[in-house]
């Protein structure tokens, strides 16, 4: 590599550290957290961002950094702040002069930062002015009378560079509110509470970062509240310890709350105001995420998106039930109402780029499930312990009348009381959904041969008419690319084959795949196994493959159709036909497969 590339990449490296460091100084601040969490940060080479300048903020709470630019951490923290609070104090409000308008909420967000002392100017000189009101400011610069000399006392304080406005009154389809923005002034107001708080209490020798007694106190009422009025999660509440305590939620980097289910602890960032109402919905989530064991069910999938599916059905969930009060900004979207946390799962991997962005109580980009070390045998005591919890506490729910109970949750809590059902067990019973039983008759035509002591006396045998097999067939569209292993093509194509034997499947049409895709016509389930070959021509292609089963005359409209793959393929559409994929355990699809998806393990 040539030593103007290493200068290059040390450079960028340089910048990066710098941002992050200055985006962490907006972090530590109680009064721009909440805010913060609620935006969406972004520094992207290729995103809309100010060329000249440090950032800009959307309508809808993007903060658009510049990633070449390099600012010491304390400029970039002011620039972070600034925009925040244009989302804080309302400055979104549309003006009939909109450059003017831009200048007098820039002059007041940096007054306030200002005397604030929080982070550095990115531009020199001082603010002398002693108007602190954005309308009246606005209104003097609208003033025709106003020289060029008076209206440069009020410029150049926005973080988009050369006088360029750093308010973007368009909507940003990477933000995390695509239909309703959350109340930017009632964060800012919690968040100005809260640092006062602090302050008042610093002033008096009170160390502010150490436990906070008054938020103890109300996480140990709320808890209270679920051991003695709400069953459900009682006895689960019960086995927590609640720990509130400011420094280690700062070294755990938790904004809100997060849970740890292997050590039986949930973490409350006391920073974080919270209202009893918000804090019973916040540790019913955490509750909820450890007693149905999501840290375990995670498997092969990626452990933050896993959080994020996991996250839009507790708060579903806990928002049908009414159990308190759900916090501004936290995961929520009706389209994933009454779906598993694998189905959203599932969905959200289509779009990694938009939802990577998003935030857990944790904070944007951490999950709040904790992971934890812990051995077998206290795995299968925290097994056995949330699964009789759960039981017990649905029992008593229902049997008490204590409130609704959304269809989906109690399905799951009656299915941690049985083990998972094998890949293999459930590619049968798909197989018997199709695939009923077949009469069979005693015909002479064709002898038994299992009397041979008595062979002058002619037994019938059992067989099967052609009519009843007519049309009694499925179709494989097979990825034989190079990317497939071996191994999961042997184990895919017996299991296909002994299937197939045991429903009296007499041929299956095979399609195979990768760059182009191949009619191997009828073929009996146990052949085709000895005629797959690996050819590893490049990437796969699947959908030709099923288009030339749509179009094949000879293959049935009814008949359902398997695909395998290792998830390395295009997105296949599949006409509304039945269908079912087969893929490695660790493996995921480019899409949102509306048929079931058997996974190989073992």
Request: contains cysteine; charged residues 25%.
């Amino acid at each position: 590599m040539s030593k103007s590339k290493d200068k290059r990449e040390e450079k960028l490296d340089i910048v990066s550290e710098l941002f992050y460091a200055g985006e962490h100084m907006v972090s530590l601040n109680p009064l721009f957290m909440h805010l913060k969490l609620m935006a969406n940060i972004r520094r992207e080479e290729n995103g809309k961002y100010p060329q000249n300048g440090l950032a800009s903020v959307t309508i809808n709470g993007v903060i658009r950094c510049n990633p070449k630019c390099r600012a010491e951490p304390a400029k970039w923290a002011r620039a972070i702040a600034h925009c925040l609070l244009h989302l804080g104090m309302g400055h979104f409000v549309r003006h009939d002069r909109y450059i003017e308008w831009n200048i007098a909420c820039d002059y007041v967000v940096e007054k306030f930062l200002s005397d604030l002392g929080f982070g550095k100017p990115w531009y020199n000189g001082t603010l002398s002015s002693v108007i602190k009101d954005e309308d009246k400011l606005y209104h003097l610069l609208c003033d025709q009378a106003l020289t060029s000399e008076q209206r440069s006392e009020y410029t150049g304080l926005g973080t988009a560079g050369h006088n360029a406005p750093d308010m973007v009154f368009t909507w940003d389809s990477g933000g995390h509110y695509r239909s309703k923005l959350p109340d930017w002034t009632k964060l800012f107001a919690r968040g100005l509470s809260r640092a006062v708080t602090i302050a008042v209490k610093q002033a008096s020798t009170v160390d502010a970062r150490s436990t906070s007694t008054d938020s103890s106190s109300q996480a140990e009422s709320a808890r209270q509240w679920f051991l003695s009025r709400y069953p459900l999660l009682g006895a689960i509440a019960a086995n927590f310890k609640i720990i509130v305590d400011y420094k280690v939620c700062q070294r755990m980097d938790i904004t809100i709350a997060a849970v740890s289910p292997s050590l039986s602890e949930i973490y409350i960032n006391p920073v974080t105001y919270l209202d009893p109402e918000e804090l019973r919905f916040v540790l019913a989530h955490e509750f909820l995420h450890a007693a149905l064991r999501h840290d375990v069910r995670k498997e092969w999938r990626d452990a933050f998106l896993w959080n994020i599916a996991c996250d839009f059905v507790i708060n579903g969930w806990l928002t049908d039930m009414g159990v308190g009060s759900r916090p501004d900004g936290l995961l929520y979207d009706d389209k994933f109402k009454g779906a598993s946390a694998e189905a959203v799962y599932d969905h959200i991997v289509t779009d990694m780029r938009t939802y990577r962005k998003l935030a857990t109580l944790r904070g944007v980009g951490l999950g709040d499930i904790l992971p934890g070390e812990t051995g077998r045998s206290a795995d299968i005591d925290l097994d056995s312990f949330y699964r009789r919890a759960l039981s017990q506490g649905l029992e008593y729910h229902s049997d008490q009348g204590r409130g609704y109970l959304p269809v989906g949750l109690i399905e799951e809590i009656r299915a941690l009381s049985h083990p998972p059902i094998p890949w293999d067990v459930e590619l049968a019973r798909w197989f018997d959904e199709y695939f009923s039983p077949i009469e069979k008759k005693r015909s002479y035509a064709r002898t038994s041969r299992r009397q041979s002591s008595t062979p002058d006396i002619p037994c019938p045998n059992w067989v099967i008419s052609n009519a009843a097999l007519d049309g009694r067939t499925f179709g494989v569209v097979l990825d034989t690319s190079g990317s497939m292993e071996r191994s999961l093509l042997a184990t895919a194509l017996g299991a296909i084959a002994s299937y197939s034997a045991a429903r009296d499947i007499p041929a299956a049409r095979v399609v195979f795949c990768d760059a182009e895709s191949y009619d191997a016509g009828y073929m009996k389930p146990e052949d085709i196994a000895g005629t797959v070959k690996v050819k590893g021509r490049g990437g796969t292609v699947l959908q030709p493959g099923i288009d030339l089963l749509k179009k094949a005359e000879d293959f049935p409209e009814e008949a359902p159709i398997l695909v395998i793959t290792d998830g390395q393929c295009d997105k296949v559409i599949l006409y509304g036909r039945e269908h079912a994929f087969l893929i490695p355990g660790g493996a995921t699809l480019p899409f949102a497969p509306k048929g079931k998806v058997f996974r190989i393990s073992g």
